[in-house]
């Protein structure tokens, strides 16, 4: 089996916290109700079958460790005891290996990758159009965040790299945290990020995680839930998508 090329977007964080896995999650939902079908690949440890509560579904497909979550979106749990300890070339082939025997017949692969830095998220960046490096306004989240910037632009893959702003109070306030950011990263590594979009701080989106309902099955219409559709508005329509990056061929 083969894949041509894979359409892809990673969800990375440089600290944990920030919502990275809750933001994966309805991001694929909200790529999956414009009618893309969508592959929600979870290489983060698991964190996503409990926020999307996966036995409420109880969908099997037809491939081994992948369920249906919402409409048009897929889950697949990679088998991975301990995403850290990837170290050698012989780790990342069989998890390319393990995308290459899921990815085909998707119109786009979302990676909720790993927290901080390492061969699996270089890995996965390396493949995806975009990556979505996300922040909230806690400054040991904007550091985290920095390092993973600075950490992408060592490995060649920030020009296809941009910030999403999670929690913020207004518009106002992640326009002054894209400003703070942007001084930091082009003092120090060089690099500007464009900004993919930012998320409002909702209390209804942190029950929705106690609830272990996705936010946009359980609360359509509210303010966050606006953004996730304009984040995957966004990325639809702004051409992120149309790239070519990864071409894949098993081996």
Not at 172 to 196: G, Y
């Amino acid at each position: 089996m083969a894949v041509d090329k894979i359409i892809a977007i990673t969800v990375l964080s440089g600290k944990g916290g920030v919502g990275k896995s809750v933001i994966s999650l309805n991001l694929a939902i909200a790529l999956g109700s414009s009618g893309l079908k969508i592959l929600l690949f979870d290489a983060g440890g698991g964190d996503i079958a409990f926020l999307a509560n996966n036995g409420l579904f109880d969908q099997k497909s037809d491939t081994p460790n992948i369920s249906v979550i919402a409409e048009n979106v897929n889950l697949y749990s990679a088998l991975i005891s301990n995403p850290y300890s990837f170290q050698d070339e012989s780790d990342i082939e069989k998890f390319l290996n393990s995308i290459v025997e899921v990815a085909p017949g998707y119109d786009c692969v979302v990676f909720d990758c790993l927290t901080g830095t390492g061969p699996l998220s270089y890995t996965l960046a390396g493949l995806s159009e975009i990556s979505l490096l996300v922040t909230t306004p806690d400054p040991t989240a904007i550091a985290g965040a920095y390092l993973m910037a600075r950490a992408l632009k060592n490995n060649g893959l920030a020009s296809r790299a941009e910030l999403l702003i999670n929690q913020v109070e207004s518009a106002d306030e992640a326009a002054s945290l894209k400003t703070r950011f942007d001084i930091l990263t082009k003092k120090f590594i060089d690099c500007q990020f464009k900004q993919a979009g930012y998320i409002h701080k909702d209390q209804l989106l942190a029950e929705s995680v106690l609830e272990q309902q996705p936010f946009l099955t359980w609360q359509a219409g509210s303010q966050s839930s606006r953004d996730f559709l304009r984040l995957a508005e966004k990325l639809s329509l702004s051409g992120g998508l149309h790239f070519e990056t990864a071409f894949l061929k098993s081996q």
